[in-house]
T-cell receptor, first 111, second 114 residues
Framework: KQEVTQIPAALSVPEGENLVLNCSFTDSAIYNLQWFRQDPGKGLTSLLLIQSSQREQTSGRLNASLDKSSGRSTLYIAASQPGDSATYLCAPLTGANNLFFGTGTRLTVIP | EAGVAQSPRYKIIEKRQSVAFWCNPISGHATLYWYQQILGQGPKLLIQFQNNGVVDDSQLPKDRFSAERLKGVDSTLKIQPAKLEDSAVYLC????????????FGEGSWLTVV
């Protein structure tokens, strides 16, 4: 069964800093990996999807990398803003076409 | 394009009562999921439908939870009788048919059992 770990569990940074969120998973037989954002009291917003054949995916200030063989992904956020404060979840997609989630990283960006 | 719609957004019930949640997926999406997210944890898959057939319900507590997707579009998730530990947000999601497609989530239905 897929196990997903996200480190750190919580992170607090001053505005403008670049930061990295880490995700590791135990089963490398995945189709892709999605990074989501969750605001308090809200559902999940898909940020980036990396196919298993890709190494990186970028959207604006976000860059996600995937090392499938070692079971790792990172989400890089450049020039962080207070509006980036949220919980970030990574989720690899398995052959059964469903997502396994970690417990997330709770990010606070201090103005 | 309309997103995944869920209702009700919030529900408070007493233990042993029943509750039902409704989900309307993105138009044309064949795959529909129900996830349970307990506070402080990541979402956990309860059930996955492909059209109106069940693909995976291995983590659905079938003694109290049931779900259906009649006509392969809307879906309902029912809990009867509810327990305190069922307090969670219930997230519905959908995706196009086929592996590897982006999965889109609704805003969730927040359940508190008292």
């Amino acid at each position: 069964k897929q196990e997903v770990t996200q480190i750190p569990a919580a992170l607090s940074v001053p505005e403008g800093e670049n930061l990295v969120l880490n995700c590791s998973f135990t089963d490398s037989a995945i189709y892709n990996l999605q990074w989501f954002r969750q605001d308090p009291g809200k559902g999940l917003t898909s940020l980036l999807l990396i196919q298993s054949s890709q190494r990186e995916q970028t959207s604006g200030r976000l860059n996600a990398s995937l090392d499938k063989s070692s079971g790792r992904s990172t989400l890089y956020i450049a020039a962080s803003q207070p509006g980036d404060s949220a919980t970030y979840l990574c989720a690899p997609l398995t052959g059964a076409n469903n997502l396994f989630f970690g417990t997330g990283t709770r990010l606070t960006v201090i103005p | 394009e309309a997103g995944v719609a869920q209702s009700p957004r919030y529900k408070i019930i007493e233990k042993r009562q029943s509750v039902a949640f409704w989900c309307n997926p993105i138009s044309g999406h064949a795959t529909l999921y129900w996830y349970q997210q307990i506070l402080g944890q990541g979402p956990k898959l309860l059930i996955q439908f492909q059209n109106n057939g069940v693909v995976d319900d291995s983590q659905l507590p079938k003694d109290r939870f049931s779900a259906e997707r009649l006509k392969g579009v809307d879906s309902t998730l029912k809990i009867q009788p509810a327990k305190l530990e069922d307090s969670a947000v219930y997230l519905c999601a959908s995706s196009s048919r086929g592996p590897g497609n982006t999965i889109y989530f609704g805003e969730g239905s927040w359940l508190t059992v008292v």
